[in-house]
């Protein structure tokens, strides 16, 4: 504990702020650390929820020794309601007019008012502190710009623009994107796009808010903006993202096709273990289920697999782990001819064998599963094929 405030009390020195914000960081931690700790996951949350609470504390005293009208507000105190499972809550539909009339008290209440909101976290309706998945202050962001009705979201990070393919796997990618829209967004942020939570999406969306990614070291930079439509380009797709650790559930049945409720039947089973599918490729005879390895624990698998054997009986269920999920995104792939061969093409040369494919009703995005050791390989031979060639 003590070098954990330690590291804030560098900060209040190099800020030259006053000590008693110190004082309080220590005693709300010392109160943290001696909660209920019966429920692991509601302890761990008001354990992991210190350091945005923490940061915003330190933020507001230090806009306020600098002459502005600052004030910190804590989640609760704004209305921010939560529901659902520790480290992956969702908002509760009143938090909405909630923070708009708290917020809107605190920022008309005085000129050019400044309220400093830490992200990543809530309340329930009971009071307890909870945590949205990792990334969650994105999704705050998003959702306070629809509940205040913003003009725009600026959501600030370490880059200057949001990138076709993630640099880290070609190093070379110069493609920086300027337009893209919610749907373009949520689909590579999904899978994998770092620079913004895929939940974020969806508050802004709703409200109709753009959404502008700028470089908090460059503010100048105009950055990637998010937008309902965007203009037409001559290249079809906007990006490529890929994410890892998903499991396919393999099911097999002759005659599936003609058994009423069996798609139904499957995911009740997975809904019985609080499991969500990610994918669900199918044929007439088999289906194959995707899901993130990280809800599907090898104790969960045993009780899955026992269930689909007794309930559905198959002619054979495998599991395969290890997949990686490479989505090829953008709007004007609806309009476009080809676009899977010129991909599958690609992939082929490159020696990547494809494990699943997939593509929406809408059309602006194509899913492939590969084995997670050839996912770079395959990204790389994507992004050359869509927009060096």
Known sequence: MNEIVGR????????????????????????RLAGDRSHTGRFMDLLKAAGEDFSAMLVAEALKARGAAARYMHPGEAG?????????????????????????????????????FPG????????????????????????????????????????????????????????????MTYREMRELAYAGFGVLHDEAVVAAFRAGIPINIRN?????????????RRKADTCSVVG???????????????MMNREIGFGRRLLQILEDEGISFEHMPSGIDNVSVVIRGARFDKAREERVVARIKAELKPDAVLVERDHALIMVVGEGMQYAVGMAARATQALASAGVNIEMINQGASEISMMFGVRSHDRYRAVRALYQAFFEE
């Open 8 to 31: 804030y009390a560098a900060i209040q020195e190099e800020l030259g702020l006053d000590a008693a914000i110190i004082d309080r960081i220590g005693e709300n931690l010392r109160a």
């Open 80 to 116: 921010m309601l939560l529901e659902g499972e520790p480290g992956d809550a969702t908002l509760c539909e009143e938090s909405y007019g909630l923070l708009a009339a708290s917020l809107g008290r605190e920022l008309a209440a005085q000129e050019r008012a400044v309220v400093v």
């Open 120 to 179: 990543f976290f809530g309340v329930t309706r009971e009071g307890e502190v909870v945590t949205f998945p990792r990334g969650g202050s994105d999704i705050t962001g998003s959702i306070i710009a629809a509940a205040l009705k913003a003009e725009c979201y600026e959501n600030f990070t370490d880059v200057d623009t949001v990138y076709a393919v993630d640099p880290r796997i070609v190093p070379e990618v110069r493609h920086g994107i300027s337009e």
């Open 216 to 228: 908090t070291n460059h503010p100048d930079k105009p950055g990637t903006l998010v937008l309902p």
């Open 240 to 254: 490529i993202a890929c994410d890892t650790d998903f499991v396919a559930i393999y099911v097999d049945k002759h």
